[in-house]
């Protein structure tokens, strides 16, 4: 049985509950379930902040490598960001420039700490 705090979130979201009332671990626990339940029925953004909310940075690369080799460019990011994994953003801002999602990519750059490149996206084209 799936434990009433799940349902909750899934229905109305992360801000409709208080996990720190939970025992130790059990927050985390509940939020990466809820994470690849989202993950599950392709609500990736709220999937990301969740995981994101449980540190789980690792299932997140993990996201964003499987999303990369289905091309979800822009999903993808939306994985990587949270990770500042400086190669797995540069590489996804690059493809997201290539299918012109200008912000996203000067998202991923900053994640990234490439200054450059966002100053540069910042300039030319957002």
């Known amino acids: 049985m799936e434990h009433p705090v799940v349902a ?3 229905k109305e979201g992360i801000n ?3 996990l720190s009332m939970l025992e ?5 626990e509940i939020l990466n379930y ?10 990736i953004p709220d999937a ?3 995981l994101k909310k449980a540190k789980n940075l690792e299932r997140l690369k993990e996201m964003g490598d499987e999303l990369m080799m289905q091309s979800r460019i822009e999903v993808a990011t939306l994985c990587f960001i949270p990770t500042k994994d400086k190669d797995r953003l540069n590489k996804a801002a ?3 420039i290539k299918v012109m999602n200008y912000q996203l990519a000067a998202k991923a ?6 200054t450059e490149m966002v100053e540069f996206l910042e300039r030319n084209f957002c």
Do not use: Q, T
């Open 94 to 96: 690059a493809l997201c």
């Open 48 to 50: 990301v902040e969740i």
């Open 109 to 114: 750059y900053e994640a990234a700490g490439n």
């Open 24 to 28: 130790d671990g059990k927050e985390k």
């Open 8 to 10: 909750k979130i899934l």
């Open 16 to 18: 409709s509950v208080d």
């Open 34 to 43: 809820v994470g690849e339940r989202l993950y599950k029925l392709n609500k």
